[in-house]
Nanobody, 115 residues
Framework: QVHLVESGGGLVQPGGSLRLSCAFP????????MGWYRQSPGKERELVAH???????NYADSVKGRFTISRDNAKNTVYLQMNSLKPEDTAVYYC?????????WGQGTQVTVSS
């Protein structure tokens, strides 16, 4: 059973930065593209960014130029560097494969952008 744990969330002022991390089992990380997703209250979970095994990236329009997804293949870890954060980025952030596997959802990490 896969148990993903996201970390790095917190409370930050508008314009601030956070870096999220998520470690995967090696058997999954070496095979799948990885993604970061988020869910705000009252909204459906949405894809924020994804990265291929080779490092190609893709972003939601709302975060382009501000967020950067990366992966460390030696550590089986995927990161999300979030800069210039806005109040509308407030959400619970989740990692998963891309496309996601329902059984892999973890608890997520809360990101709150507020002054």
């Amino acid at each position: 059973q896969v148990h993903l744990v996201e970390s790095g969330g917190g409370l930050v002022q508008p314009g601030g930065s956070l870096r999220l991390s998520c470690a995967f089992p090696g058997s999954i990380f070496s095979v799948w593209p990885m993604g970061w997703y988020r869910q705000s209250p009252g909204k459906e979970r949405e894809l924020v960014a994804h990265i291929s095994r080779g490092g190609s990236t893709n972003y939601a329009d709302s975060v382009k130029g501000r967020f950067t997804i990366s992966r460390d293949n030696a550590k089986n870890t995927v990161y999300l560097q979030m800069n210039s954060l806005k109040p509308e980025d407030t959400a619970v952030y989740y990692c998963n494969t891309f496309p996601f596997v329902r059984e892999y959802w973890g608890q997520g990490t809360q990101v709150t952008v507020s002054s």
